[in-house]
């Protein structure tokens, strides 16, 4: 498994909130399993009590990505960095998934936590995977959504570090915005154009009167 892997589970845990509309699905122990995936034996970890743990996890993550959306480069790193300090992992080699022609291990690198909770757990991978991601591809390929209200986070794993929303559905919904944007803009310069121009004639016909 890619170590850049790991970074989803940082944008899984911030996008349980939005908090521009009011809304916040990490809410019990469930959803909190939920975010582990398929890593059900992290899962079983959980309890009640990292529901709140999680929320906290989740606000300076969040403050991560608001940094980085924001130029603030040192500041990104510098709250990163105070996570992977406070949830370590080890890196280890891995083989669990094999080569199907000869059945030899197929070696690659895994992070290895040593959580005394599911939250420090997760936390840890989350961290080491946004920290991988930072130096791979840049502080600038963290951001938050630009079609508002959404302000969810997302990587950009584009290019030509274009991307600018979250999914296809946010980057449709503000691409209908400014065409209707453009099309009132229109609107009023024509009727305006249109009352210059009737104002215009009716002194013009005035004033030969």
Not at 81 to 98: K, M, R, W, Y
Not at 105 to 114: G, K, N, Q, T, V
Not at 116 to 124: C, L, Y
Request: aromatic fraction near 6%; charged fraction near 25%; glycine fraction near 6%.
């Amino acid at each position: 498994m890619e170590l850049a892997y790991y970074s989803d589970y940082a944008v899984r845990l911030v996008n349980t909130e939005e908090p521009s509309r009011g809304q916040d699905s990490l809410t019990s122990v469930e959803a909190v399993r939920e975010l582990f995936g398929a890593n059900q034996s992290a899962a079983r970890r959980a309890t009640d009590s990292d529901v709140t743990r999680f929320r906290s996890v989740r606000g300076r993550l969040r403050a991560v990505f608001e940094a980085a959306d924001g130029g603030d480069e040192t500041l990104a790193v510098d709250l990163l960095n105070s996570l992977l300090l406070e949830f370590p992992v080890s890196p280890q080699i891995s083989g669990h998934d094999h080569r199907d022609d000869d059945g030899s291990p197929l070696w690659h690198m895994h992070l290895a936590d040593h959580p005394s909770n599911a939250t420090a757990g997760f936390a840890a991978i989350a961290a080491m995977g946004l920290a991988f991601h930072l130096t791979e591809y840049g502080v600038n390929r963290l951001g938050l959504c630009e079609a508002p209200p959404c302000r969810n986070a997302y990587l950009d794993t584009s290019t030509n570090r274009s991307r600018r929303y979250c999914s296809d559905r946010c980057a449709t919904r503000a691409n209908v915005a400014a065409y209707r944007a453009r099309k009132r803009l229109e609107a009023d310069r024509s009727a305006s154009t249109g009352l210059t121009a009737d104002s215009a004639q009716r002194t013009t016909v005035n004033g030969e009167r």
